[in-house]
């Protein structure tokens, strides 16, 4: 999760639902951003700073693969998704379901913003992952600051 100082306000609540459902269903909460952790996007980049989550999760990613028992799946989720279930684990209910893709993600092509909904995904952390994001990362429109979801 990125929490920058535009969304430190009220992203503080989603933070802490998404914390509790985290520790409930055994997956930890790393939190990037102005609010709660270090600043973790590129220095120098034209990118928006909502473009952190991409660089974020190849991080993560490449941290991941370094660990003793390295995580399969990283979900992600902006700092606006408020979980209000908490009893129910839908993330591993998914990759049940569709685990045998790479990206799990919410189909928006009626959306003026693009194919994709990026604000919830879980991503297997794979050879794939890393070309899908190394892809997002160089994209024109991500040069040119142009926003995420686009």
Sequence with gaps: MQITEHIGGYAKYG?????????????????????????????????DDRFGKVWIMRTLMDRIRTEE????????????????????????A?????????????????????????GVMLLRVSDWTDSFLEAWWHHEEALEGVYEQR
């Design 15 to 47: 933070a802490a639902l998404t914390a509790a459902w985290g520790e409930r269903h055994g997956m930890p909460l790393v939190i990037s951003g102005a609010v709660g952790g270090d600043e973790r996007r590129p220095a120098g980049t034209q990118h």
């Design 69 to 92: 028992q390295p995580i399969e799946w990283i979900l992600w989720m902006d700092a606006d998704v408020y979980i209000l279930r908490q009893a129910e684990d839908w993330a591993s």
């Design 94 to 118: 998914l990759i049940r379901t569709h685990g045998s893709f790479d990206l799990i993600a919410t189909d928006q092509r009626d959306s003026q913003f693009g194919d994709m909904n990026a």
